[in-house]
């Protein structure tokens, strides 16, 4: 559905913004988005700002490696490794100890979930409905997922669902938040069948809520020097629907698994740092306008900068795990303590089913599993960068920087100091992320709000380890939906604020391009 006839919220007075905050839970209304609740952080001196400030400076030579820039981790990096494990790594710096909590981690995260009743009481609780038995069958040696494949069951993708909220509906707190903030928000709800998430797999005896459909169609571009590339372009459908037709407006986006290094390091930046490269009415007239998510957080009850997810609609790891469990593979855990996992209220018979809550555990997964696989997904390292001081990767990043790609895949930035968490405190890091929201123009919109962001825009990906997709997944599928086949054809998706910098692309010499692939392969 086009955004144009979405129902949105608009604000008519600054007066009715202020009475409307007056009306907000105390949380919401006084909400500092620059705090960090899930970090215990020491404070900054300004000798750690001074030395910040210096070591982030953009680039501007461009003959040399610059320093420290072989370990984008900082000292959490790890050697690179040239098989399928090289994103299975613990951080760097992990002391002994440590390294024992990521390996039984590792176990949970690579469990192989069955359905309830069940023998195994320790894995029992799998669905009712699911599309996946284990976090490591979409997110596979921790890599990126995949679109479907012919002959393939197509695990590592499915789709989100929303409906419209009726405009006689009451905002929630967070959207009256939003509203009063920017002057409205796009406001959507479950699909009151099929809630927030389509499920190809069920239990035995349960119909699956649907099979994901896609046909695809080519498209030539044509690129100087008398190159040229192929972009392919997806229809995607629900098909199969087992419980009838999705709500009036429906609208689906489809998500393949991102790749899983270096969240903990995202997660323990700075979010006064993120904020900083806000520009939401493009004030600098580069063209660039990001800002940041804006999310309702169910583990400390206030509205927090989103950072994980497509478009960073989790504020930390343990929210996304959890809200992974739940949906993805219907498993329930302190966060998310239903047993039946995505069944609504009209899927009755399913919500009756049996589930694996009610032994000494008290979800299907406790508190202290659910911190082991947090811990786990914190700590898998981004391996150290190859060919640096490559003469074309050398030009490939001056290339990268002259297009403007550095306006959103920011380059560096520092951890806060952190009280028990050694791996990720104080680390000058290269994730080539704002974290923040920017509009990808139509191409790649899926016309599907997530809080604050619209239907056309996503959150900045990082790009470490980003040329090692093949060696790790088998294959070099990227973007939201898998649709690029290469980091060319990444590019070349580029639209909306990035406009300018994928015509420049499409423009430059054949050699400037293939040096700005080369460097991006070296990341």
Not at 353 to 358: A, N, S, T, V, Y
Not at 473 to 480: A, I, T, V, Y
């Amino acid at each position: 559905m086009p955004n144009s006839t979405r129902r949105r919220w608009t604000k008519p007075s600054k007066r009715f913004a202020c009475l409307l905050l007056a009306c907000l839970p105390a949380a919401v209304a006084a909400a500092d988005l620059a705090s960090d609740p899930h970090l215990d952080t020491i404070p900054r001196s300004a000798d750690d700002a001074a030395r910040i400030a210096r070591v982030t400076e953009p680039a501007t030579d461009f003959t040399a490696p610059e320093r420290f820039e072989g370990n984008p981790a900082g000292a959490a990096t790890v050697r690179a490794r040239d098989n399928a494990d090289a994103f299975s790594q613990p951080s760097g710096n992990m002391s002994f100890e440590n390294e024992l909590l990521f390996k039984v981690g590792n176990g949970l995260f690579r469990k192989i979930w069955v359905s309830s009743p069940s023998s195994t009481l320790a894995s029992d609780g799998l669905g009712p409905l699911f599309n996946a038995r284990g976090c490591q069958s979409c997110h596979l040696k921790d890599g990126r997922g995949h679109p479907p494949v012919e002959g393939e069951e197509p695990s590592s993708i499915f789709l989100r669902v929303s409906v419209p909220a009726g405009d006689d509906e009451p905002m929630t707190g967070i959207e009256a938040y939003l509203a009063a903030l920017d002057g409205h928000v796009d406001r959507d709800r479950p699909d009151p069948v099929y809630g927030l998430q389509l499920q190809n797999f069920a239990v035995q005896g349960q119909p699956a809520e649907y099979r994901l459909g896609v046909e695809w169609a080519e498209e030539e571009i044509a690129l100087s020097d008398g190159e040229s590339a192929s972009l392919r372009r997806p229809v995607w459908r629900a098909d199969n629907l087992g419980y009838g037709p999705l709500g009036e407006g429906a609208m689906t986006s489809p998500r393949v698994a991102p790749q899983m290094i270096g969240l903990g390091l995202l997660e323990a930046i700075p979010a006064g740092d993120i904020l900083a490269h806000e520009d939401p009415d493009d004030a600098d007239g580069d063209g660039i306008s990001g800002r940041a998510n804006i999310v309702w957080s169910e583990e400390f009850g206030q509205p927090m900068l989103g950072r994980f997810g497509l478009k960073a609609g989790m504020p930390t790891i343990k929210a996304q795990s959890a809200g992974a469990f739940s949906g993805d593979i219907g498993i329930s855990s302190p966060m998310h303590a239903a047993g039946w996992g995505e069944c609504t209220a009209a899927q009755d018979i399913c919500r009756g089913l049996p589930d694996g809550g009610g032994d000494a555990r008290g979800t299907e997964i406790d508190g202290e599993g659910l911190d082991l696989v947090t811990f786990y997904s914190r700590n898998l390292a981004v391996p150290a960068r190859r060919d640096i001081d490559d003469p074309e990767v050398l030009r490939g990043k001056e290339v990268f920087y002259a297009t403007g790609c550095t306006s959103c895949h920011v380059p560096k930035f520092v951890t806060a100091r952190l009280k028990g968490r050694d791996e990720q405190s104080f680390q000058l890091i290269w994730p080539y992320t704002d974290l923040l929201l920017h509009d990808m123009g139509e191409g790649l919109a899926d016309n599907r709000p997530e809080f604050r962001a619209n239907g056309r825009e996503w959150r900045t990906a990082p790009l470490w380890g980003i040329g090692l997709t093949r060696q790790v997944s088998g294959h070099s599928f990227l973007l939201h939906d898998g649709r690029a086949r290469s980091l060319l054809e990444a590019v070349l998706w580029h639209g909306g604020e990035a406009e300018a910098q994928k015509q420049a692309v499409i423009d430059m010499p054949a050699p400037d391009r293939a040096a700005l692939i080369r460097y991006l392969e070296s990341l």
